[in-house]
């Protein structure tokens, strides 16, 4: 089974401080993971994923996010926040083998971004 | 390529009329999904598709919704007759045939769907 916990439904930060986005994860394959973006009234789009490579994975406009197995997360940061930065993020799990149907989505954290 | 084109953007109707949602996805890619988004629910898988051919469609909430794809271009989601309740906004995504997992979806816009 898998499953996937986002620990905040919103974060507040100010402009040019980091930003974390907590994402914890089960699963019984070795999962992927991904994080999207969806601003307000738009589709979502893809940050950054992980499939098995390297741990660190670096993302689209500067986010980026560490697999750690032993603690099962896989939190989004990013160095300084910028105004653009304020959307709704959601981490993705989705099973070893592909298959769509395991694909579970997070329920979201609003980030906002304090001037 | 212009990405997962999804139509209408926003479509207003009445309890009990139909509602057909539109989509087309990325050329080459080989599964197109159909999500549907609420603030109460989140993030809903409603069905996926493989090669045209439906593969999981237990997200689908009852028989008042059913999707097809008649070729490999076009996807439509409808919803015969349609209630308040299935206000939502339902998103298109498509994604390459991919050999193991972490296959990357691409979304389309969005239908902003109200249902009065």
């Known amino acids: 089974a898998q499953s996937v916990t986002q620990l905040d439904s919103h974060v507040s930060v100010s402009e040019g401080t980091p930003v974390l986005l907590r994402c914890n994860y089960s699963?019984?394959?070795?999962?992927?993971l991904f994080w999207y973006v969806q601003h307000p009234n738009k589709g979502l789009q893809l940050l950054l994923k992980y499939t098995s490579a390297a741990t660190l994975v670096k993302g689209i406009n500067g986010f980026e996010a560490e697999f750690k197995k032993s603690e099962t997360s896989f939190h989004l940061t990013k160095p300084s926040a910028h105004m653009s930065d304020a959307a709704e993020y959601f981490c993705?799990?989705?099973?070893?083998?592909?298959?769509?149907?395991?694909?579970?989505f997070g329920s979201g954290t609003r980030l906002s971004i304090r001037p | 390529d212009a990405g997962v084109i999804q139509s209408p953007r926003h479509e207003v109707t009445e309890m009990g009329q139909e509602v057909t949602l539109r989509c087309k996805p990325i050329s080459g890619h080989d599964y197109l999904f159909w999500y549907r988004q609420t603030m109460m629910r989140g993030l809903e898988l409603l069905i996926y598709?493989?090669?045209?051919?439906?593969?999981?469609d237990s997200g689908m909430p009852e028989d008042r919704f059913s999707a097809k794809m008649p070729n490999a271009s076009f996807s439509t989601l409808k919803i015969q007759p349609s209630e308040p309740r299935d206000s939502a906004v339902y998103f298109c995504?498509?994604?390459?045939?991919?050999?193991?997992?972490?296959?990357?979806?691409?979304f389309g816009p969005g239908t902003r769907l109200l249902v009065l």
């Open positions: 995504a498509s994604s390459l045939v991919a050999s193991g997992s972490g296959e990357t979806q691409y």
């Open positions: 699963s019984s394959y070795s999962p992927s």
């Open positions: 993705v799990v989705s099973g070893g083998y592909s298959s769509a149907s395991k694909i579970i």
């Open positions: 598709f493989n090669n045209n051919v439906p593969i999981d």
